[in-house]
């Protein structure tokens, strides 16, 4: 493990952690919100209105209105005005997008199952736990 004078343990895990998540954001492509967006709308049944996607993915409006034109401009989804509510829009896949929405998926879960190769089952227990443990800490708002 790498020791740098004077660095506490907490700070190493920090790093470590951030170098895997920057790591684990690299493997999934350069465009991953893209690919976000399109399991989200897959996963709530092909249609989800704009502000709920901004809500989920925790963004702004200007920067994921940027990111449905593209989206768009490739044939991927299709936005709608809600025939219930003229005043929302409604973000869907289409064929093109669910294509490649399952492609997407099929590449991310051939890669993950390689992904902790270098560990035993027991190690991805224990990891598994601890990763846990932290997270729910992390999200129940402590510091």
Excluded: C
Aim: glycine share 6%.
């Amino acid at each position: 493990m790498e020791n740098i004078k004077d660095e506490t343990i907490e700070s190493i895990l920090y790093r470590q952690l951030s170098t895997a998540g920057r790591e684990l954001h690299r493997r999934r492509g350069e465009k991953p919100t893209q690919e976000r967006i399109l399991f989200i709308i897959h996963r709530h049944g092909g249609a989800v209105t704009q502000r709920e996607m901004q809500e989920m993915l925790k963004i702004r409006q200007g920067s994921l209105s940027e990111v449905v034109s593209k989206l768009e401009d490739k044939g991927l989804i299709v936005k709608t005005q809600d025939p219930a509510d003229k005043r929302r829009m409604v973000l869907q896949l289409t064929p093109e997008g669910e294509a490649l929405r399952e492609e997407n998926h099929r590449l991310t879960k051939e890669d993950d199952s390689h992904l902790f190769d270098i560990l035993s089952n027991e190690e991805k227990a224990q990891l598994s736990g601890i990763m846990e443990k932290l997270l729910s800490d992390w999200k129940g708002g402590n510091p």
